[in-house]
Nanobody, 124 residues
Framework: QVQLVESGGGLVQAGGSLRLACAAS????????LGWFRQAPGKERESVAT????????LYGNSGQGRFTISKDNAKNTVYLQMNSLKPEDTADYYC?????????????????WGQGTKVTVSS
């Protein structure tokens, strides 16, 4: 079955950086987007960035524009999120999701598979 396993979260001071990783397994992801989403307490899940597995094309949500970069390593079946210049408002649980490319885009409701999440806390 499909497994998405996130890692790399933690506590960091404002202005610092973290790199999250999502190890994907269980099927071919050709034809899928893999994406990063985040959810803060009391808020809805929002898109950060997604990447199309087949060609590496990327989309960024408002929260991911400018400071975050999504990338993938085909050999490791892993998607990364490099987060720089972190701010306290970036504090959230970060989730990796997989959804069919042609319609998933940045909408978390259109993603079929999810990891368990990794917590990011940015202190001021």
């Amino acid at each position: 079955q499909v497994q998405l396993v996130e890692s790399g979260g933690g506590l960091v001071q404002a202005g610092g950086s973290l790199r999250l990783a999502c190890a994907a397994s269980g099927r071919s992801f050709s034809g899928y987007n893999l994406g990063w989403f985040r959810q803060a307490p009391g808020k809805e899940r929002e898109s950060v960035a997604t990447i199309r597995w087949s060609d590496g094309s990327t989309l960024y949500g408002n929260s991911g524009q400018g400071r975050f970069t999504i990338s993938k390593d085909n050999a490791k079946n892993t998607v990364y999120l490099q987060m720089n210049s972190l701010k306290p408002e970036d504090t959230a649980d970060y989730y990796c999701g997989a959804g069919v490319s042609f319609w998933s885009g940045l909408d978390p409701r259109r993603y079929d598979y999810w990891g368990q999440g990794t917590k990011v806390t940015v202190s001021s």
